[in-house]
Each structure stands twice: as structure tokens, then as C-alpha cells.
């Protein structure tokens, strides 16, 4: 996997994780039973990542190797990062911009 397909796969997971997260969060809240945001969004980036990686390698045709391995685990890292910090910052300015 190179460099650009890397940080495509990633954007796209942060994304997805970010509304995944929201998503669920707002269910939880209506039915009174909260989890952890942090929790939830590291649950959802392990699960979106792993699916993801197995469709890349599905749709490729590539051979798994340690090196995908190691890819795999920075998208899992790298897609609860950037999904948790992105929109906590999204929603903190959008809230100074407001109020």
C-alpha cells in the first residue's frame, strides 16, 4: 500500500469513524445508557479499520505481509486520533464562533 492510498484510507475512516461515534452517541442518549466517548470511538476505529484493510486487501488481491500489518495497526491509531481530536476542535470553534 502506498503513501497516498494510506492517508486516503485514513481521511475516509475519520470521517466515518467521527459519524459513527455521533451516531451512536446520540442513540445512547436517548435510551438513558451512556458510553464513554473515547471508548466508543476507539471500539469503532478498531472495527471500521479491520474492515476496511480486509476489503483493500480483497479488492487488490494482495498478499498479507507484516508490512500491512504494521499499516493496519497506524490506520486503527490514526483513524481514532483523528476522528476524536477532529471533532472535539470542529465543535469547540464552531461553539466560540456561536456563542
Not at 17 to 43: M, Q, Y
Not at 77 to 97: G, I, N, P, R, W
Request: net charge negative; charged share 15%; aromatic share 8%.
Amino acid at each position: 500500500m502506498d503513501i497516498v492510498n494510506l492517508i486516503k484510507i485514513i481521511s475516509f475512516l475519520s470521517v466515518l469513524n467521527t459519524l459513527t461515534v455521533e451516531a451512536v452517541k446520540k442513540l445512547t442518549e436517548k435510551s438513558g445508557f451512556e458510553i464513554p466517548a473515547n471508548i466508543l470511538a476507539a471500539a469503532s476505529a478498531v472495527v471500521l479499520s479491520i474492515a476496511a484493510c480486509i476489503l483493500y486487501l480483497v479488492y487488490t488481491g494482495t498478499e498479507f505481509t507484516p508490512q500491512l500489518l504494521v499499516q493496519g495497526v497506524v490506520i486503527v491509531y490514526l483513524s481514532f486520533l483523528c476522528s476524536t481530536v477532529t471533532f472535539d476542535k470542529v465543535k469547540q470553534a464552531l461553539e466560540q464562533m456561536g456563542g
